[in-house]
């Protein structure tokens, strides 16, 4: 006879992570921030033409469901019954803009991904309508107008795709950002489905006042976006509806949350001046204002952090993202086959322990915080005939970590008062060379949780932290402690601020390099189709050639 189904594990929150390589669902113990158990399935992303990145988001709404299903299956195999799990929390890629039909269900185009750069002319357009002597924009969103963020990607379907125009006249149109079209399709979908967002997800579209609260009819204007097609905007913790089908079926979903402010939750970085790193696609630094807007000097972003609750108030933090940190990885392995999985990266850099020189600005959508520069693309510089796979791997983890530099310089220039240790997490952090180039680099301490699921973590808290769910307490003295492990720097800061500076002579280079004359704007070239690595391995085809046509061993 089969073992009863346990209930000592206490009530459990369930957290869909939706990124943009993978979709995860994780089962944490409220009372003991355990993870239980979890599911993982990769996504594929499409690049219909350079500077394109899309993703099907029926791929990615089905993902979910397996991920539900298949963790699920774990909890029955290790006796959990499932109907403990009490809410579950979403966190998500933010920008990625979806646009579906509200009688249909149906996609009306693939996702427009946060990275995409299709849209730079249409920036440059929008750049010109704004007076110089008032940046309305970014005053009222505390963004720039750049590719970025979800406006010039809507701006942008609305102007070319023909079943969004018809959608839209005929009022079949929704828009979202990824959390959206989750929430909506868990909850009914075109059976009374929930069309909302989350302050943190709806805080990144260039349309919502981030000091109202609400959706700015003056930037809806500015965009000439339709008010209609937009989500209703509520905190990140409250029950927004109940998911109707699956092995959750009945189960709310009480937490939302972008997937760099879940993360700032889950590292219970709730005080005035607390900071997290995380290593994902790309990097993303926050650092927690309290509830002021701090405006950045020094090429930061202003959003907002989190809304634990309808009648809580709105925390805010300055940002800085880089959009290319275990994309590199991922263009490692599938462009250049330098490696087979993401994790031989690590044994190739620890094999040589250095880059001999060798220098990687991996600005393959252009650069992020500080510069906030679209001419930008990646180079690879330094190169010798000494230069093999292990010095480039290395190279691209150190990349990460100057870039990482950069953005925490213009914080504490912004906030005034140095970092003394940076908390971190994201799939990156399992590499401990990484993990101790970064504390090289910046030469303070690097502080990781054990339990590196941090994101997944936020998006349960806020879910078990709603009110009518209230199986998670975030009283400080109810927050359980994560363990840490930490990382001292081990070089010379003189050796740090050399390699530093001919990094940051390495990034001049790389700007400047898309102009109106360039095959990627558009000129017909055989070359626009070509990647990246195809110049750096044929460059490094003729330096080898040329060393034994030259009679060198």
């Given at each position: 006879?089969?073992?009863?189904?346990?209930?000592?594990?206490?009530?459990?929150?369930?957290?869909?992570?939706?990124?943009?390589?993978?979709?995860?669902?994780?089962?944490?113990?409220?009372?003991?921030?355990?993870?239980?158990?979890?599911?993982?399935?990769?996504?594929?992303?499409?690049?219909?033409?350079?500077?394109?990145?899309?993703?099907?988001?029926?791929?990615?709404?089905?993902?979910?469901?397996?991920?539900?299903?298949?963790?699920?299956?774990?909890?029955?195999?290790?006796?959990?019954?499932?109907?403990?799990?009490?809410?579950v929390g979403i966190s998500n890629q933010r920008e990625t803009t979806v646009i579906w039909d509200k009688l249909t269900g149906e996609p009306l185009y693939n996702a427009v991904v946060w990275l995409d750069l299709r849209t730079q002319t249409t920036v440059e357009e929008l750049s010109k309508?704004?007076?110089?002597?008032?940046?309305?924009?970014?005053?009222?969103?505390?963004?720039?107008?750049?590719?970025?963020?979800?406006?010039?990607k809507l701006r942008w379907m609305l102007d070319n795709v023909r079943h969004v125009q018809k959608a839209v006249e005929e009022g079949r149109a929704l828009f979202g950002t990824i959390d959206s079209w989750l929430i909506w399709s868990l909850t009914g979908g075109v059976n009374g489905g929930?069309?909302?967002?989350?302050?943190?997800?709806?805080?990144?579209?260039?349309?919502?006042?981030?000091?109202?609260?609400?959706?700015?009819?003056?930037?809806?204007?500015?965009?000439?976006?339709?008010?209609?097609?937009?989500?209703?905007?509520?905190?990140?913790?409250?029950?927004?509806?109940?998911?109707?089908?699956?092995?959750?079926?009945?189960?709310?979903?009480?937490?939302?949350?972008?997937?760099?402010?879940?993360?700032?939750?889950?590292?219970?970085?709730?005080?005035?001046?607390?900071?997290?790193?995380?290593?994902?696609?790309?990097?993303?630094?926050?650092?927690?204002?309290?509830?002021?807007?701090?405006?950045?000097?020094?090429?930061?972003?202003?959003?907002?952090?989190?809304?634990?609750?309808?009648?809580?108030?709105?925390?805010?933090?300055?940002?800085?993202?880089?959009?290319?940190?275990?994309?590199?990885?991922?263009?490692?392995?599938?462009?250049?086959?330098?490696?087979?999985?993401?994790?031989?990266?690590?044994?190739?850099?620890?094999?040589?322990g250095t880059s001999y020189g060798c220098y990687f600005v991996p600005a393959f959508s252009g650069l992020y915080a500080p510069y906030w520069e679209p001419s930008a693309r990646g180079i690879l510089c330094g190169l010798t005939q000494f230069t093999n796979k292990c010095h480039i791997a290395?190279?691209?983890?150190?990349?990460?970590?100057?870039?990482?530099?950069?953005?925490?310089?213009?914080?504490?220039?912004?906030?005034?008062?140095?970092?003394?240790?940076?908390?971190?997490?994201?799939?990156?952090?399992?590499?401990?060379?990484?993990?101790?180039?970064?504390?090289?680099?910046?030469?303070?301490?690097?502080?990781?949780?054990?339990?590196?699921?941090?994101?997944?973590?936020?998006?349960?808290?806020?879910?078990?932290?709603?009110?009518?769910?209230?199986?998670?307490?975030?009283?400080?003295?109810?927050?359980?402690?994560?363990?840490?492990?930490?990382?001292?720097?081990?070089?010379?800061?003189?050796?740090?601020?050399?390699?530093?500076?001919?990094?940051?002579?390495?990034?001049?280079?790389?700007?400047?390099?898309?102009?109106?004359?360039?095959?990627?704007?558009?000129?017909?070239?055989?070359?626009?189709?070509?990647?990246?690595?195809?110049?750096?391995?044929?460059?490094?085809?003729?330096?080898?050639?040329?060393?034994?046509?030259?009679?060198?061993?």
């Amino acid at each position: 006879m089969a073992d009863p189904k346990t209930a000592a594990v206490g009530p459990l929150v369930g957290a869909v992570v939706q990124g943009t390589n993978s979709t995860r669902f994780l089962v944490f113990s409220s009372k003991t921030a355990e993870l239980l158990s979890h599911h993982k399935v990769e996504l594929t992303q499409e690049f219909p033409k350079e500077g394109w990145v899309e993703q099907d988001p029926k791929e990615i709404l089905q993902s979910v469901y397996e991920c539900i299903a298949r963790t699920c299956e774990k909890l029955d195999e290790m006796n959990v019954d499932i109907s403990n799990i009490k809410a579950v929390g979403i966190s998500n890629q933010r920008e990625t803009t979806v646009i579906w039909d509200k009688l249909t269900g149906e996609p009306l185009y693939n996702a427009v991904v946060w990275l995409d750069l299709r849209t730079q002319t249409t920036v440059e357009e929008l750049s010109k309508k704004i007076p110089g002597n008032s940046n309305f924009v970014k005053s009222k969103t505390g963004l720039p107008l750049s590719t970025y963020f979800s406006a010039v990607k809507l701006r942008w379907m609305l102007d070319n795709v023909r079943h969004v125009q018809k959608a839209v006249e005929e009022g079949r149109a929704l828009f979202g950002t990824i959390d959206s079209w989750l929430i909506w399709s868990l909850t009914g979908g075109v059976n009374g489905g929930v069309h909302c967002t989350d302050v943190t997800n709806a805080s990144r579209t260039m349309l919502f006042n981030i000091h109202s609260l609400e959706w700015d009819k003056e930037l809806c204007d500015f965009f000439e976006i339709p008010m209609d097609l937009l989500p209703n905007v509520f905190s990140s913790s409250e029950i927004y509806g109940l998911i109707k089908t699956g092995a959750l079926e009945g189960v709310p979903i009480s937490g939302c949350l972008g997937d760099q402010c879940a993360a700032l939750v889950g590292q219970m970085c709730f005080q005035e001046g607390q900071a997290k790193n995380t290593y994902g696609t790309g990097c993303f630094l926050l650092c927690n204002t309290g509830r002021k807007c701090v405006f950045s000097e020094h090429g930061l972003l202003t959003t907002i952090a989190y809304k634990l609750g309808k009648e809580k108030p709105a925390y805010y933090a300055l940002e800085g993202s880089v959009a290319i940190a275990g994309a590199v990885i991922r263009w490692l392995r599938d462009n250049l086959g330098i490696i087979e999985t993401s994790g031989d990266i690590e044994k190739l850099a620890k094999e040589v322990g250095t880059s001999y020189g060798c220098y990687f600005v991996p600005a393959f959508s252009g650069l992020y915080a500080p510069y906030w520069e679209p001419s930008a693309r990646g180079i690879l510089c330094g190169l010798t005939q000494f230069t093999n796979k292990c010095h480039i791997a290395f190279a691209a983890l150190e990349a990460v970590c100057f870039q990482t530099r950069e953005i925490l310089e213009a914080m504490n220039r912004d906030c005034g008062i140095p970092l003394r240790h940076l908390q971190v997490d994201g799939g990156m952090t399992d590499n401990k060379v990484l993990m101790q180039l970064q504390a090289d680099i910046l030469h303070i301490p690097v502080i990781k949780p054990f339990m590196p699921e941090t994101t997944a973590l936020g998006a349960a808290m806020a879910a078990g932290a709603a009110e009518g769910v209230s199986v998670w307490s975030l009283e400080p003295q109810a927050l359980s402690v994560l363990r840490m492990e930490r990382f001292e720097p081990q070089i010379q800061a003189t050796e740090s601020e050399i390699r530093y500076a001919t990094w940051k002579k390495a990034v001049m280079k790389s700007m400047g390099w898309v102009t109106s004359q360039s095959p990627e704007s558009g000129d017909p070239s055989i070359f626009s189709s070509m990647p990246l690595g195809f110049f750096i391995v044929s460059s490094m085809v003729m330096l080898i050639g040329a060393r034994y046509i030259s009679g060198m061993p």
